[in-house]
């Protein structure tokens, strides 16, 4: 067990299988603590038939059962490395599909709760990216000299399977927020620019921190004619940015941080790369939810730090840190939660379960098969990049 929390025992009895009239409804009525025992035993009956991958902003109460704890780009990598029949992720949509990609063909990904998804990657559709290459073609962007591309597609791995497979068959890759830089270099050793989707922060923050001024980088707005941008500062533009955004992450703001200076001298302030680039510059460090987590395990009792993270990870940081001395609070102090990664209950973890058990898959996530192959060669370039 590599979670975070340490998962209750298994129950003395076997699991019992979700009868066919048990429906979700009926577990949704249920009480949390109520169904501890059903996914401690559930789980031992499946065995090493099935694996619970929880990303870091899961909440406590389903986070504890994960037998892999990790970030976007970590999680993606144990999918594709396991051999266990079932893989329940305990995430959201975009990181269930991914995981199908990665999967072998005989491999089941399950999303126990399907409107777990994910407000950022709902700001890009397929229809919107088409859209935005062909008035980038019109406007001759997407051609490039005799030995570099013109254009290339960069997606981060919060979007759709569909955009994944756009940029995998234009030559382009996904990236997460851990390998953010080396995706970007990956792209412009064989293009001139770059289109960067669906965040705009994590894209200006990498390409800012690779030297490139920010006069150099432009916002597509899907929602305006040619992206609202003119066609000379397009041509100028190193990294074209759409306009999407997280919510929980853009919420920190730079008086958070002003703050903090003022109000806890010495402490440390570690943000997460989809916040705001002003958030960022003020910020002593930037990292990946995996990142954060490494930064403050290495760093000498007695240090502090100011968070700028979903608040089930920081509030987990703060629990886990302070024994050792370490003092850990979130940036702002309303505290912002991943709404989306929240809908997954123990109640959706019993279902899946038990219905497994019961030898029902619900809940399936399956990529198309035109979708997937290009998909993979776009995640299958991001696992060579670090
Ligand atoms: P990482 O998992 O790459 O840190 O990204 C955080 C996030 O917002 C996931 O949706
Ligand atoms: Fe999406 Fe933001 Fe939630 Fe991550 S934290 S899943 S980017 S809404």
Request: proline fraction near 4%; include cysteine.
């Amino acid at each position: 067990m590599i979670g975070l929390l340490e998962a209750p025992s298994a129950d003395a009895e076997a699991a019992v299988a979700a009868p066919d009239s048990c429906t979700l409804d009926h577990y949704l009525s249920q009480p949390d603590d109520t169904m501890d025992a059903r996914i401690a035993a559930a789980r031992a009956t499946l065995g090493t038939d099935v694996v619970l991958l929880g990303h870091h902003y899961q909440r406590d109460e389903v986070i504890r059962f994960a037998d892999f704890t990790g970030d976007s780009y970590k999680l993606s990598r144990i999918a594709a490395d396991t051999s266990a029949k079932y893989m329940l992720f305990c995430g959201v949509h975009f990181m269930a599909e991914t995981a199908d990609i990665l999967a072998k063909p005989w491999q089941h990904v399950i999303l126990p709760d399907l409107n777990a998804g994910c407000s950022m990657a709902d700001m890009a559709e397929i229809g919107q990216v088409e859209d935005c290459w062909d008035s980038l073609e019109r406007a001759g962007v997407t051609s490039g000299s005799s030995d570099k591309a013109g254009l290339i597609p960069l997606t981060y791995m919060n979007s759709a399977a569909s955009i994944k497979a756009f940029c995998g068959e234009r030559g382009g890759l996904v990236c997460t927020s851990s390998n953010a830089r080396g995706a970007f270099e990956w792209a412009f050793a064989r293009g001139e620019k770059i289109l960067f989707l669906p965040d705009q922060h994590l894209g200006r923050n990498t390409a800012f921190a690779m030297g490139i001024p920010i006069s150099e980088m432009v916002v597509w707005d899907p929602y305006q004619i040619n992206g609202g941008v003119a066609p000379d500062r397009l041509k100028a533009a190193r990294v074209i940015l759409w306009k999407g955004h997280c919510s929980v992450h853009q919420r920190f703001l730079p008086e958070h941080v002003d703050r903090v200076r003022r109000e806890e001298p010495g402490m440390q302030v570690i943000v997460h790369p989809e916040c705001r680039w002003e958030v960022c510059q003020k910020a002593d460090e930037l990292g990946s939810t995996e990142r954060i987590i490494d930064y403050i395990e290495k760093a000498p009792a007695g240090s502090s730090f100011a968070v700028g993270t979903e608040i089930h990870l920081v509030n987990r940081l703060a629990k886990r840190f302070a024994p050792l001395g370490k003092r850990v609070i979130t940036l702002d102090d309303s505290g912002c939660l991943c709404t989306t990664m929240y809908r997954i209950s123990p109640q959706h973890l019993a279902w899946s379960l038990e219905n497994l058990v019961a030898g029902r898959v619900v809940n399936r996530i399956k990529v198309a098969e035109d979708v997937k192959q290009w998909a993979k060669v776009a995640l299958d370039r991001m696992l060579e990049v670090r």
